[in-house]
């Protein structure tokens, strides 16, 4: 079971970058990486997700290094909108996966 | 394409009764997952139906039960109702690919508030 640990929060300012990086120590060879984006009352929404190396798409940049122990979300240039709990994801399809969420990261982009 | 669907989306019960929740998953996944979300304990993974068939269950008490229909639709049962059930229930439909990589859809959650 991959446990993963994120920063309880972080504060950010429009306009920055803001790199939120989970640990996953024990990810299986099979394991992928994904990261989720929550508002309040509303279900997550699929950020981006990734094995190795690095992956980029419209609205994130997603850094994993060779051991794959860790990962790093990356938003440029946030907006007050991006304010929300982000959670990673460690985990591989079929076969007795229990998704673990963990408490996710919080957080609040300021003026 | 339409997304994760679930009804309905608010729902009041009082303790001892039970609910029905519906899921209808992204056209062509067959993977439809199931969660609970509370301030206190966060997401919590409940079960996981494919192809009609549970393949997964997270620690919860057996008053939790679901099923999925094969038009990969899949509902979840909470029976004999605790106020500690007062939660929002995510449902989140994923398309397996041959690799094993998978990525879940949530819908927008049902709130349950029982009294």
């Known amino acids: 079971l991959a446990k993963t640990t994120q920063p309880i929060s972080m504060d950010s300012y429009e306009g920055q970058e803001v790199n939120i990086t989970c640990s996953h120590n024990?990810?299986?060879?099979?394991?992928?990486i994904t990261w989720y984006q929550q508002f309040p009352s509303q279900g997550p929404r699929f950020i981006i997700q990734?094995?190795?190396t690095k992956v980029t798409n419209e609205v994130a940049s997603l850094f994993i290094p060779a051991d794959r122990k860790s990962s790093t979300l990356s938003l440029p240039r946030v907006s007050l909108s991006d304010t929300a709990v982000y959670y990673c994801?460690?985990?591989?399809?079929?076969?007795?996966?229990?998704?673990?969420f963990g408490r996710g990261t919080s957080l609040i982009v300021h003026p | 394409k339409a997304g994760v669907t679930q009804t309905p989306r608010y729902l009041i019960k009082t303790r001892g009764q039970q609910v029905t929740l519906s899921c209808s998953p992204i056209?062509?996944?067959?993977?439809v997952s199931w969660y609970q979300q509370t301030p206190g304990q966060g997401l919590q993974f409940l079960f996981e139906y494919f192809s009609e068939t549970q393949r997964n269950k997270g620690n919860f008490p057996g008053r939790f039960s679901g099923r999925q229909f094969s038009n990969s639709r899949s509902e979840m049962n909470v029976s004999t109702l605790e106020l500690g059930d007062s939660a929002l229930y995510l449902c989140a439909s994923s398309l397996v690919k041959a690799s094993g990589q998978e990525t879940q859809y949530f819908g927008p959650g049902t709130r349950l508030l029982v009294l």
């Open positions: 024990n990810i299986a060879t099979n394991d992928y």
């Open positions: 994801l460690v985990g591989p399809s079929g076969g007795s996966y229990i998704p673990t």
């Open positions: 990734g094995y190795k």
């Open positions: 056209s062509g996944h067959r993977s």
